[in-house]
């Protein structure tokens, strides 16, 4: 084999035996129960698996490279050092391939050689990839080992950056490139005129540096040890952003509100938090407006193992769940690099699509099979909270999440299961999950009230969802409108509907977290409440629907103000027979809103038409008999 050759087995020996996963560890994890073992073998597959990308770029590159269009890129160099720092601290090579911004580009890159129809060699003119950053990638890890070498780097935006390390402040030279210099035990960037030494023990802070912040606190027995990313160009998309340095007061607030997420995952999960601080490498902040916990988003990616996006947390509780929440998907993310857990190739416009109460737009199916699995270790860390929360407040918010969570996990769960598309290995993942909803269904010390206004979230988040996407037969709406005008007793026919996936649908999560600060008794400043919300909650029922009613007629569009009179209607039917007026109209509004919607809408077209919406959905109905909480299986 050259000497200039990438060995695969040289880079990707952390491909563990036996492979990740088995049948074992989809037991484990169905069952919530990883550990740091586990995390380790994940994160072993992982560095094999970036390994293999690694090298077949690396193989991509040396074409462009030898064709002349990139004079900069050295691949033998980036090769021998590779090889060079395996030998002499693979941990250093393992650091930099895990570091999530690395993985991204690296992913990013290979696709976009693979853009020409013939492959690589046909590219005219210089590849639309930062290659160059090859030599970063292959200068951080050489760095690390404290190797000696010399390789040409990208600036970006003024910098020079090593993932992982930091970036060089080269604004003053005026270059495109420069160059990274090390001789073993000190490095250096240089630049037309301007050089900047990277920390070494006689200098940490060298000026012109500007190193990552590194978060290390205490998680139980273990450690959480992981970057606070800020300044690498790759740090949440394949677009170059530019640093976006965290000032002093945000810096603190991360670092405080990461500590009490630590402290607090190893109380409730502490083998999920034993397996956090193995997985996690980086997150990186989203600047953003003063936090609330509906406004609140964060992402992880197939490509960026290790890492996470988000924006800052409320506290550390909601931190705490949105680590275990992302775990979970990069979990899964490693899972389906290795096993098929659903039939593919049926992707496109004829897609199925699934309510998935997480996000805002229907779900095709790995994404919902993404968002099941999240979810599961959602209820299971809010159920532990609810017996371990000191504080009244915080008892009250975890039962009202775990009430919610536990019904729309469960019913997700319950459409995830009726799919065909599952293979072997998927039926085997969801077995383990179905065992694992036994234990919620042991009654919880969750108070009634909690329960109910948990479950009017769901209701509401279900109305909305289907006011949003859920579009009515426009045909049969007509005749119903005209069957009412016409004063008949009972219409003629039912309405089906189809999914129209409303691409500019606004957040539907605002009104449950709002119904969870009214559980905990301390709504959040500056949130406003509606008055017939406030009615309903303050069980002024006649108040409620009068204003309910009132908003409907005026704008008639807005799917919370249908939500809102179907909850009030449904407040009222629990002290009426299944057959009353208010019992028919709620479940009609429940199971059915876009119907009574779009006919609404249909008859007050007409001059001097003002139809009561109560009396209208009362007319169209819903038979007895249909379960309290509206499916969301099929339309």
Not at 63 to 82: F, I, N, Q, Y
Not at 459 to 482: G, M, Q
Not at 546 to 551: I, K
Request: glycine fraction near 6%; charge should be negative; proline fraction near 9%.
């Amino acid at each position: 084999m050259p000497a200039d050759r990438l060995p695969q087995r040289e880079l990707a020996q952390g491909m563990v035996r036996p492979p990740f996963p088995t049948s074992a560890d989809l037991r484990t994890m169905a069952a919530g129960a990883e550990d740091r073992v586990l995390a380790q073998r994940m994160r072993a597959q992982q560095r094999g698996a970036r390994a293999v990308v690694l090298d077949e770029l690396l193989d991509l590159t040396a074409v462009v490279a030898h064709s002349g269009e990139t004079e900069a890129l050295r691949v033998p160099e980036v090769r021998d050092l590779l090889v060079r720092a395996e030998r002499a601290d693979s941990n250093a090579v393992t650091a930099v391939l895990l570091h999530p911004s690395v993985g991204r580009w690296l992913s990013w890159a290979l696709r976009a050689m693979h853009e020409p129809p013939g492959g690589p060699s046909t590219w005219a003119g210089t590849p639309p990839a930062d290659l160059l950053r090859l030599h970063s990638i292959a200068a951080a890890v050489g760095v690390r080992a404290r190797l000696s070498f010399t390789l040409p780097v990208p600036v970006h935006g003024g910098h020079v950056h090593l993932p992982g390390l930091g970036a060089a402040d080269l604004h003053a030279s005026g270059t495109d490139v420069a160059r990274v210099v090390s001789h073993g035990t000190a490095a250096v960037v240089e630049g037309d005129g301007v050089e900047v030494r990277l920390p070494s023990p006689s200098d940490p802070n060298p000026p012109g540096w500007m190193p990552v912040h590194r978060v290390r606190t205490p998680v139980g027995r273990r450690h959480f040890d992981f970057v606070l990313e800020d300044m690498d160009p790759y740090r949440e998309n394949d677009a170059l952003a530019p640093p976006d340095r965290l000032g002093p007061v945000a810096l603190t607030r991360w670092r405080r509100t990461i500590r009490d997420a630590g402290r607090l995952l190893a109380d409730l999960r502490p083998g999920q938090a034993d397996a956090l601080t193995v997985t996690l490498t980086a997150l990186t902040p989203r600047p953003d407006a003063e936090p609330t916990a509906e406004t609140m988003t964060s992402m992880s990616s197939s490509e960026a193992f290790g890492g996470v996006v988000l924006s800052m947390p409320p506290d550390a509780v909601e931190l705490a769940a949105t680590l275990i929440h992302e775990f979970r998907h990069m979990e899964l993310d490693a899972v389906l690099d290795s096993l098929d857990l659903y039939e593919t190739g049926r992707e496109g416009a004829d897609e199925e699509l699934y309510y998935a109460p997480w996000r805002d737009t229907p779900r095709p199916l790995p994404g919902f099979l993404h968002g099941v699995f999240a979810f599961f270790a959602v209820v299971d860390f809010w159920r532990e909270l609810t017996h371990l929360a000191g504080s009244r407040h915080l008892r009250r918010r975890a039962q009202f999440q775990y009430a919610y969570w536990r019904i729309q996990t469960s019913h997700a769960f319950e459409a995830l299961s009726s799919t065909a598309r599952l293979t072997t290995s998927g039926r085997e993942l969801l077995a383990g999950l179905d065992d694992r909803t036994a234990c919620w269904t042991v009654p919880e010390a969750v108070p009634e009230e909690i329960t109910a206004l948990a479950t009017e979230a769901v209701v509401a988040h279900r109305i909305r969802w289907r006011l949003h996407h859920v579009s009515p037969d426009p045909h049969a709406v007509s005749e119903l409108a005209d069957a009412w005008r016409s004063g008949a007793e009972a219409p003629p026919k039912s309405v089906a509907g189809v999914l129209l996936p409303d691409t500019a649908v606004p957040s539907l999560n605002q009104y449950t977290a709002r119904l969870c600060q009214w559980a905990t008794g301390v709504p959040a400043e500056g949130t406003a409440i509606d008055p017939a919300d406030l009615a309903r909650l303050q069980g002024r029922q006649h108040d409620s629907r009068r204003l309910a009613t009132s908003q409907v007629t005026r704008r008639l569009q807005q799917p919370g103000r249908w939500a809102r009179l179907a909850l009030a209607l449904r407040r009222d039917a629990r002290t009426a027979s299944p057959g009353s007026t208010d019992a028919v109209a709620a479940r009609a509004l429940v199971h059915c809103p876009e119907a009574v919607r779009a006919i609404f809408a249909r008859i007050v077209v007409e001059p001097c038409a003002k139809p009561d919406p109560v009396a209208l959905a009362a007319w169209l109905g819903a038979p007895e008999g249909l379960p309290d909480l509206p499916s969301m299986h099929s339309f």
